[in-house]
């Protein structure tokens, strides 16, 4: 149990252009998706938190304008990098919770190249 | 600030010998501990929760956590070559609003050798 997907695995795309990640929980209703980003050799960032049917909160210094989080269904969010530059370029990983738990469980990320 | 703190490592292993990971916490009131593996790569992933005070053990892996030292480990048993990777000790966190967080450590790297 407790399976969260991603996708896609792996994007490359050019500057400028925006990008869309799905994150969906398979065997689990997620009233919480968070979604995070890492840098090579670096900690996980939380970026924001989203919660099912409710806009979502953005980490300080986490722009919300570029960084477009939709979670419209329990099972489904999505976030869409808009006019993705070269410094957009990480990995990015959702995670998911369910109500009354504390347990995240994380999809297995998204590797963003932006060229 | 609420902070989670680890030694970044690398702690290195023999194969077969007793692996012990630490994490220490700033926020008094959390309730929640958790350990999670990331391979080179990879995202991470949970391999036990701990909510109460003592050890909890869970085949090889054993955690422990002491709220008033503000003290949560990680003990792996007979250690393996395949549990070298990046331990990541996470502290659920109330943010406000009646939401709350993880906050992760940077991770303690477990290099075990054959």
């Known amino acids: 149990g407790a399976v969260v997907s991603q996708h896609p695995s792996r994007v490359i795309c050019k500057s400028g252009t925006s990008v869309k990640i799905e994150c969906r929980s398979l065997?689990?209703?997620?009233?919480?998706m968070f979604w995070y980003r890492q840098f090579p050799k670096q900690s996980l960032m939380l970026m924001a938190t989203?919660?099912?049917?409710?806009?979502?909160?953005?980490e300080q210094g986490v722009e919300k304008d570029k960084f477009l989080i939709n979670h419209a269904s329990l099972t489904l969010s999505t976030l869409t990098v808009t006019s993705a530059h070269p410094e957009d370029s990480s990995f990015y990983i959702c995670?998911?919770?369910?109500?009354?738990?504390?347990?995240?469980?994380f999809g297995p990320g998204t590797r963003l190249t932006v060229t | 600030q609420k902070e989670v703190e680890q030694n970044s490592g690398p702690l290195s292993v023999p194969e077969g010998a007793i692996a012990s990971l630490n994490c220490t916490y700033s926020?008094?009131?959390?309730?929640?501990f958790f350990w999670y593996r990331q391979y080179s790569g990879k995202s991470p992933e949970l391999i036990m929760s701990?909510?109460?005070?003592g050890d909890k053990e869970d085949g090889r892996f054993t955690a422990q956590l002491n709220k008033a030292s503000q003290y949560v480990s990680l003990l792996i048993r007979d250690s393996q070559p395949s549990d070298s990777a990046t331990y990541l000790c996470?502290?659920?966190?109330?943010?406000?609003?009646?939401?709350?967080?993880?906050?992760f450590g940077k991770g303690t790297m477990l290099l075990v050798s054959p």
């Open positions: 701990i909510y109460s005070n």
């Open positions: 926020d008094r009131v959390s309730q929640s």
């Open positions: 995670s998911a919770r369910e109500a009354e738990s504390y347990e995240q469980y």
């Open positions: 996470a502290v659920n966190m109330n943010v406000g609003s009646g939401y709350s967080t993880l906050t």
């Open positions: 065997d689990f209703q997620a009233t919480t």
């Open positions: 989203s919660n099912e049917g409710s806009k979502a909160t953005y």
